[in-house]
């Protein structure tokens, strides 16, 4: 596209085959390559991008988290996607209303509101991954969400862009006024349209039946029904367009209260029509959700459903959810003694697991629906793919509608299909395993989904997508939901807002009566460590390297594709992929918490180093003599600081660029005394301690001053002989020398075996990814210090909470081992104001990466030192090597929390009950 090139910088102009194979899929089964891809940051741009566009009549589609499960997201000409400056939130009105930019994520918003006891609307499964452009522009529910919660009724305000460039703040009456003159032509004609719909009253009534259930079925004609005004017209079309009729820069919701009471229980019924037969008694007493799950469902989910029943459903039986919330405790008790009431009158019910308010049971059951989904994935067969459809019917019919759905399954070969959804709004998602290796299955999913739209519109008279958009895999079925009347409204909005047709064309309106079987992704066999991923996208928000090379995701759908490619192209991406995908992936693992089959995709990466590991002699030789490895490292740690000192020219010429200040040498030893007491922990130093210190500012050693909490605490600690040469092996695992990492954990594991007395004592390791290393040791009991601090030293302890706030960093090996949870606990008990800086989850410095490949930690911790509040100066971690990233990204002397947990304690005297 001409004219790009003075746009847009090169570093967010992505041309390469590369890039453009590793973004050329979203969570759909399509896929198409993208010529362009680039990554405009604030509206202006987009403007100027958009008009450059309609002046070359070059088409555009807009992506933002990329988990759209209907092909809403890809393209084969440009594909725009958001950096990360979209991320604004305002909250209004005391919590009442919020406005968000398209970048924020949806469960990062909420956990905003959370603290005025507020929610948006919308709450689709995907929530802590996708983002708001995308649950406005698809008009995304959930679960909870309903018909009346979600964007289009929850919408306040909008900020759009149309294809020609124009911008639109509908709170800015300076700003509505100016479009009212520039664009009274397409207004007038949009008021005209919207008269001809009200004057037809075949196609009102088609309308109006059609909202009364959830729908994404093509364009939200029932704007043109709830509206007079054209400007609100058009804004509400926009939600729900999926970026064909313009581009939401902003949008402000009506927030929804969160109950201050709720509980959740699991009950099982003889059938489905057992099951729906108390649906509508459960909406009149108001409960929030309604999750059916049928047989084959609660199968799939076999290992999960065994925590709460001994005794697994046969294949009739059906289960529901339900969830239900008050503003009182009372409330809540009267409403669950009338869904008592209501189960009474059932015959066969019963309860897999009564209704809860505890949240690790309330977790643990809504894992058992969310869990679906990634049960049919992670048993599919290689080269297959998974496909999710929703559907929604009258909820007088839904019972017989599943059983129709069910028939359709095993008519068309489906045996493994699986159907769940939310009952309260007659919502079901069926679920499927598909390939499209050969012309005979393809044509078997065509014949199966036209069986499907013929059961849905002409048996049922239900919707065809119920929230998850039209997209590619429904638009030649336009026609079979709306009739021409309906279709022929829609052509016509399309030509009306983009005349020229450069928004993402081919979605919602597609000529094609086979769209649906074209494009179609493969997913050949890469690795059996990730070939069950589905590329759905979870993993994203989780991965340091997603602003900088590629995510997770894009790293094993690029290796997918790349099987594809002639051999010359495929050499090209091989060779990218070394830095791209191997080299800057920072292989923490915690991919594998987001993703809903399990994969840890930096296995694969540290496998895939091990295939070309090049110094295995080094490795040995460094393996074997640690402690001399230790001190030449340490030897090279002063060289280097005096040569930064002394000739900061010379310094800056041969280290990486922007390789952050190398801190202190660490001594590695202990000089304080610790007390004899009855209670014991072993105290490993780890190889990050022994080797880099802290600035004089610290105080004491880091080791010194875990003496110190101890013998405050009256706990004693044993330091094990030999411990300078003992390490747990992780850094020899993250560079693909497995053999070299299991022989140094074995060993470590070993002395602290005998140092513990045979298990006898806790052993406490003060490095986080050291902790997560030997989490798996079955006779030891290993504490990560944070949490040792937390659970055993603190209570011995008088603290007194500093009233400054503090800045915190959750590792990645801390949220692998627990959450992050006890640390946060342990900051909470040390400062009023713990501040968790937003859109960090890993900092990227991954071991020594931070040194030889600074640019992943720089990236990673983008949005750090702007969260950072005027005259706060203390900043905590559990992890040496991350605090030295945070430092050199932040401004503030990143130090272990065990530092201020000193400063702010004192021993407890029995006796008096007071200090000593």
Known sequence: MQGIQELLPPERRMTDLTRRLALSTDASFYHKVPQLVVEVVDVAELQQLLRLAQQHKVALTFRAAGTSLSGQAISDSVLVVLSRDWQGIAILDKGERVRLQPGVIGAEANRKLAAYGRKIGPDPASINTCKIGGIAANNASGMCCGVRHNSYHTLQELTFVLADGTRVDTSDAASVAAFRASHAEL?????????????????????????????????????????????????????????????????????????????????????????????????????????????????????????????LPDGDAVALLVDVGRDS???????????????????????????????????????IRKGLFPAVGAVRASGTTVIIEDVAFPLSQLPAAVTALQELFIEHGYHEAIIFGHALDGNVHFVFTQAFATATETERYANFMAAVVALVTERFDGTLKAEHGTGRNMAPYLYAQWGGAGLAVMQKLKQLIDPVGILNPGVIINASPTAHIEDLKQLPAVDPIVDACIECG???????????????????????????????????VEQDFQHLGIDSCAATGLCASACPVGINTGTWV???????????????????????????????????????????????????????????????EVTLKARQAASKVVYLVTCPNRLF????????????????????????????????????????????????????????????????????????LDASPCALQLSDAKDLKVLELSDFLYRQVAPALDIRPTEEPVMLHVTCSSRRIDGGATLRGLAQLCSEQVIEPDGIQCCGFAGDKGFTLPDLNKHALGPLASQIPSGCKTAISNSRTCEIGLAQHSGLDYQHIAFLLDAISQQKDSSKGVSS
């Open 329 to 367: 405790s009372a409330q809540l008790h009267q409403a669950l003694a009338s869904i008592e009431e209501c189960f009474a009158g059932v015959a066969g019910v019963r309860a897999l697991c009564e209704f809860s308010d505890d949240p690790a049971t309330v977790a643990a059951l809504w894992q």
């Open 538 to 572: 979870f993993c994203e928000p989780q991965c340091p390297s997603l602003h900088y090379t590629l995510s997770p995701r894009q790293r094993i759908a690029l290796m997918r594709r790349a099987q594809h490619l002639n051999a010359a192209d495929k050499r090209t």
């Open 187 to 311: 207004l007038q004609a949009l008021a005209e349209l919207a008269q001809e719909v009200r004057d037809d009253a075949d196609l009102s009534s088609k309308i109006t039946h059609q909202y009364r259930l959830k729908n994404t079925m093509g364009y939200g004609l029932n704007a043109l029904l709830d509206y007079q005004d054209p400007v609100a017209i058009l804004t509400h079309l926009l939600i729900g367009s999926e970026g064909t009729l313009g581009f939401i820069a902003d949008i402000t919701y009506q927030t929804i209260a969160l109950p201050k009471a709720s509980a959740t229980g699991l009950y099982l019924f003889a059938d489905s029509h057992a099951a729906c037969a108390v649906i509508a008694d459960l909406k009149a007493i108001g409960v929030n959700a309604v999750e059916f799950m049928d047989g084959r469902s609660l199968a799939s989910v076999s290992d999960l459903l065994a925590a709460h029943t001994s005794v």
């Open 606 to 668: 540290q496998q895939l180093r091990a295939e070309q590991a090049r110094h295995p002699r080094l490795a040995r030789w460094s393996a074997q003599h640690l402690k001399g490895s230790l001190q030449i490292a340490r030897f090279g740690m002063s060289a280097a600081r005096n040569v930064a000192r002394l000739a900061p020219v010379l310094y800056q010429k041969f280290s990486p660029r922007g390789m952050p200040a190398l801190p202190p040498v660490a001594t590695g």
């Open 693 to 764: 210190g802290y600035q004089k500012s610290a105080g004491d050693s880091l080791p010194d001053t875990v003496i110190r909490l101890c013998n405050k605490a009256g706990i004693e600690v044993i330091l094990p002989d030999t411990a300078s040469e003992s390490c747990c092996g992780q850094p020899w695992q993250s560079k693909g020398y497995p053999e070299q990492a299991r022989e140094r954990k074995n060993s470590l594991l070993e002395l602290l075996w005998q140092a513990s007395e045979q298990g006898l004592w806790p052993v406490v």
